[in-house]
Nanobody
Framework: QVHLVESGGGLMQAGGSLRLSCVAS????????MGWYRQAPGEQRELVAT???????NYADSVKGRFTISRDNAKNTVYLQMNSLKPEDTAVYYC?????????????WGQGTQVTVSS
């Protein structure tokens, strides 16, 4: 079983910055992908950013140039640096990690962390 713990959410004024962290723990053999998704009230969960084991990143168009995803492989941790925040960034942000535990694939989600951006 893989457990994810997120931190770093909160309330911020528009134009400010926040940094989210997500630590994965468990008998992880390898991690293939780490990412962040978000879900605003009444909306579907959407991709924010992902980073795969080779370091290739992918961003939603709405956050390109403002958000940066990074990972620390030694710590099984993924980060999301969010700059120039906008009110429309308000959502619950979920961490997602995919990989292998011994010989079994896993796809785990964090509990979510609230990000609220005031205008």
């Amino acid at each position: 079983q893989v457990h994810l713990v997120e931190s770093g959410g909160g309330l911020m004024q528009a134009g400010g910055s926040l940094r989210l962290s997500c630590v994965a723990s468990g008998r992880i053999s390898s991690i293939t992908s780490m990412g962040w998704y978000r879900q605003a009230p009444g909306e579907q969960r959407e991709l924010v950013a992902t980073i795969i084991s080779g370091g290739t990143t992918n961003y939603a168009d709405s956050v390109k140039g403002r958000f940066t995803i990074s990972r620390d492989n030694a710590k099984n941790t993924v980060y999301l640096q969010m700059n120039s925040l906008k009110p429309e960034d308000t959502a619950v942000y979920y961490c997602n990690v995919q990989g292998v535990v011994t010989t079994t694939l896993f796809n785990s989600w964090g509990q979510g962390t609230q990000v609220t951006v005031s205008s």
